[in-house]
């Protein structure tokens, strides 16, 4: 990692007012961010706090984590998406052009901390959360993911780089916008894209060859292709595919204790349906397979194990042609007619767990949470879309659906609930707690590749990190205010399984034991 370290510089006497004290400033930061009514103004406010000052922004981030974590990043960065164009003040990030092609490696030469670049976050803006096609205006998602990078696993400020390709959009009000900061034109066909990702990952590789390059928010088909062009040439991964699979899978391991012990079944007796079939929701489901193959089932008995339902209803073989992706998890035992409606299919189906990733708001409907309460004594209910406004169901619908038996977790934050004397504590599915640490391995180890077996060292450390107070919460997540702690001890398990995969290039690592390891990715992380 870069040695780097950006702090505020000490100005001379005369150059600040004489009484200026570091804690009462604070305070004062803190103070001037309260009075901001709407969530976009506090947005606006921390991102020209971390311009002036990004010392006090990023303590102010561990300090107050679970405050913040929603401002930078979902659900309040998808509205400074929309608005970038209107919102825009200055540079922050890269930006790489359609125009751009034949030339990108003179672009990237341009970013002005290139020797200390490592880790990147790429997005071409087609598939913004749950916003859809926002083209140039996805920059903010780049710039939030890396920031929760440098307050999760202290990576250094100056070792990140955002970038977002302007490749056009599809979406015509934004091409009808006077400010709308991008290329005015449509998105390229697929041989058009596919040259244009080939030199940027070869001038990426060229110019910044430490770099470890996250691809987020890419449209479906284009997230798993990209995934699967470039995961073996280079260290890659993709956090709607992979981390919010690693994520939920983490979620899902706890959940699923609880959820055994309640109904007296074997833990591998779970049936997931999921709600939503596209990037995300078949990446989670590739990776909960890893779930049922910990449990002794072969790859088959695991893949019968998992429902989808799309736009058009349950996913099965007999229904006609299927994209690509959705092939693997299609049924074969179901030759029926077409079952569009959700509480039916959860009555054929009867699942354990019931997943949404459709951005379909309240698509859990009060029916379908009782019903999946009378299935079971203690219902797995994750509605994992973002932002809060597009969520399948809100945690007290659940609770109050389920008479506060449900196990739950969601993308978007949701407060805490009183019911009978208890409090309940809602999970909440964020890939913070899994992409930090995965990136910190992966730039320790000097990793060539990420591997599946990296991603799920991630997961599993993250199923591991619960405090016996938080097991006695029932807590399905560790507190975000642990997150150091926690992404330090997932980089050490990445760093071992990269070592084990021979993907990992740091000798000075090789063969440390699992604690050594921990102490040294904690040793590394940059702290305001």
């Known amino acids: 990692m870069s040695s780097l370290t950006v702090r505020r510089p000490e100005l001379k006497r005369g150059l600040t007012p004489p009484m200026l004290d570091e804690k009462l400033h604070i305070e004062r930061c803190l103070e001037q961010l309260h009075s901001k009514d709407k969530p976009i103004e506090k947005y606006i406010y921390l991102s020209s706090l971390k311009e002036r000052?990004?010392?006090?922004?990023?303590?102010?981030?561990?300090?107050?984590?679970?405050?913040?974590?929603?401002?930078?990043?979902?659900?309040?960065?998808?509205?400074?998406?929309?608005?970038?164009?209107?919102i825009y003040r200055r540079p922050e990030g890269l930006f790489v052009s359609i125009e751009d092609k034949g030339r990108i490696g003179k672009v990237l030469s341009n970013w002005p901390a290139i020797d200390n670049a490592r880790i990147s976050v790429v997005t071409?803006?087609?598939?913004?959360?749950?916003?859809?096609?926002?083209?140039?205006?996805?920059?903010?998602?780049?710039?939030?993911?890396?920031?929760?990078?440098?307050?999760?696993?202290?990576?250094?400020?100056?070792?990140?780089?955002?970038?977002?390709?302007d490749l056009g959009t599809n979406t015509q009000k934004f091409l009808d916008d006077p400010l709308y900061l991008g290329a005015r034109r449509k998105r390229p066909a697929t041989a058009e894209m596919d040259e244009f990702m080939d030199e940027f990952m070869h001038?990426?590789?060229?110019?910044?060859?430490?770099?470890?390059?996250?691809?987020?928010?890419?449209?479906?088909?284009?997230?798993?292709?990209?995934?699967?062009r470039y995961r073996n040439k280079y260290a890659t991964f993709n956090d709607d595919i992979q981390?919010?699979?690693?994520?939920?899978?983490?979620?899902?391991?706890n959940a699923a204790k609880l959820s055994a012990a309640a109904s007296g079944r074997a833990l591998g007796d779970q049936r997931i349906l999921f709600f939503g079939a596209g990037s995300a929701g078949v990446g989670?489901?590739?990776?909960?397979?890893?779930?049922?193959?910990?449990?002794?089932?072969?790859?088959?008995?695991?893949?019968?194990r998992v429902w989808l339902v799309d736009s058009q209803g349950l996913v099965y073989d007999a229904r006609g042609r299927l994209p690509e992706h959705k092939k693997y998890f299609s049924r074969r035992d179901y030759t029926g007619p077409p079952m569009k409606n959700l509480l039916e299919i959860v009555e054929y189906v009867k699942p354990t767990a019931l997943l949404g990733l459709s951005t379909i708001a309240n698509a859990f409907t009060p029916a379908v949470l009782a019903k999946l309460a009378e299935i079971n004594p203690r219902p797995i209910v994750f509605p994992l879309s973002n932002p809060v406004r597009l969520s399948e169901c809100s945690f007290e619908d659940a609770v109050a659906n389920t008479n506060g038996s449900v196990?739950?977790?969601?993308?978007?934050?949701?407060?805490?609930?009183?019911?009978?004397?208890?409090?309940?504590?809602?999970g909440q599915g964020n890939n913070m707690y899994i992409f930090p640490g995965l990136?910190?391995?992966s730039i320790l180890s000097e990793a060539s590749a990420i591997t599946d077996a990296m991603v799920e060292a991630a997961s599993y450390g993250l199923a591991e990190s619960l405090t016996k107070e938080e097991r006695a919460q029932d807590l399905?997540?560790?507190?975000?205010?642990?997150?150091?702690?926690?992404?330090?001890?997932?980089?050490?398990?990445?760093?071992?399984?990269?070592?084990?995969?021979?993907?990992?290039?740091?000798?000075?690592?090789?063969?440390?034991?699992l604690s050594e390891l921990v102490d040294y990715a904690k040793g590394k992380m940059w702290y305001p």
């Open 476 to 513: 399905l997540y560790p507190r975000i205010e642990r997150i150091r702690e926690i992404s330090a001890f997932i980089a050490a398990q990445v760093i071992a399984t990269a070592q084990k995969a021979g993907v990992a290039h740091n000798e000075k690592l090789r063969g440390k034991p």
């Open 53 to 86: 000052d990004q010392s006090m922004f990023y303590k102010l981030c561990l300090a107050h984590m679970s405050e913040f974590t929603p401002i930078i990043y979902t659900p309040v960065v998808g509205d400074a998406c929309l608005q970038f164009s209107h």
């Open 243 to 253: 981390g919010t699979g690693a994520v939920v899978l983490s979620g899902f391991l």
């Open 284 to 304: 989670v489901a590739m990776q909960l397979m890893s779930f049922f193959r910990l449990q002794g089932m072969s790859e088959e008995e695991a893949r019968n």
């Open 124 to 165: 071409d803006g087609s598939r913004i959360l749950g916003l859809g096609d926002l083209g140039v205006n996805g920059m903010p998602i780049a710039v939030g993911k890396l920031s929760l990078y440098v307050a999760g696993a202290g990576i250094d400020p100056a070792s990140t780089l955002p970038i977002c390709l």
């Open 407 to 426: 196990l739950f977790a969601s993308g978007s934050p949701f407060d805490e609930i009183k019911r009978n004397g208890k409090t309940l504590y809602p």
């Open 203 to 228: 001038e990426m590789a060229t110019r910044f060859p430490k770099l470890v390059v996250q691809f987020e928010d890419f449209s479906t088909d284009n997230a798993f292709r990209y995934l699967a």
């Open 439 to 441: 990136g910190l391995g």
